[in-house]
Nanobody, 123 residues
């Protein structure tokens, strides 16, 4: 499976941005999808995930209701809507695909990764 992330960019604090990730070469509906991010000098951090089987969602603690993950199986696409962005949200955002149904906050459980898209939030 190949993943292509897009939609990153620059936004001021308090603004919104939606990043997308299009999957190809695999059966998208059977993969749990996740978003991770990595800031310069930091480890990769779990942002959000959506399971393939029941559509249940989970978020990193820092999200606090600001982000929403969704998927459109007809378009083989997963989205991350980010609202009320803060400068500390600045990072490269990666989408990933997993056949697992547990431990989806662990990047080690994802088999396929996109190339990342940069989100920059200015104060």
């Amino acid at each position: 499976m190949q993943l292509q992330a897009c939609g990153g960019g620059s936004v001021q604090a308090g603004g919104s941005l939606r990043v997308s990730c299009v999957a190809s070469g695999g059966t998208f509906r059977y993969y749990s999808m996740g978003w991770f991010r990595q800031a310069p000098g930091a480890e990769r951090e779990f942002v959000a995930t959506i399971k393939w089987n029941d559509g249940s969602k989970a978020y990193g603690d820092f999200v606090k209701g600001r982000f929403t993950i969704s998927r459109d199986s007809a378009k083989n696409t997963v989205y991350l809507q980010m609202n009320n962005l803060k400068p500390e949200d600045t990072a490269v955002y990666y989408c990933a695909a997993s056949t697992a149904q547990s431990y989806l906050n662990d990047p080690g459980y994802y088999r396929y990764w996109g190339q990342g898209t940069l989100v920059t939030v200015s104060s």
